[in-house]
Nanobody, 120 residues
Framework: VQLVESGGGLVQAGGSLKLSCAAS????????LGWYRQAPGKERELVAR????????YYQDSVKGRFTISRDNAKNTVYLQMNSLKPEDTAVYYC??????????????WGQGTQVTVSS
């Protein structure tokens, strides 16, 4: 099983980034997916999640209206479009997979993470 994130980098406040996470080794379309982040000195937090069919999404309040999670089951890939970025969005971002939306709080699989840095 592999989850490989990409798309992180350095961006100015107000800018945008789109993260991708390519999956392999499991039946992607049967899993809920989520994006977590962990800032220095802070606990890892769930920022967005999406059902296996991509119909339902949930967001942490701090990113609502700015971040959009989506998935392409034909490409085994999940995305996180991040707009209007703020310095407090700086963190390592991880994708995760779980057998259900509830289980995404305790994922079956994790990616290795990608760094997002937002400068003021």
């Amino acid at each position: 099983v592999q989850l490989v994130e990409s798309g992180g980098g350095l961006v100015q406040a107000g800018g945008s980034l789109k993260l991708s996470c390519a999956a392999s080794g499991f039946t992607f379309g049967r899993y809920a997916l989520g994006w977590y982040r962990q800032a220095p000195g802070k606990e890892r937090e769930l920022v967005a999640r999406i059902t296996n069919g991509g119909i339902t999404t949930y967001y942490q309040d701090s990113v609502k209206g700015r971040f959009t999670i989506s998935r392409d089951n034909a490409k085994n890939t999940v995305y996180l479009q991040m707009n209007s970025l703020k310095p407090e969005d700086t963190a390592v971002y991880y994708c995760a997979a779980a057998t259900s939306m509830i289980q995404i709080t305790n994922p079956n699989y994790w990616g290795q993470g990608t760094q997002v840095t937002v400068s003021s």
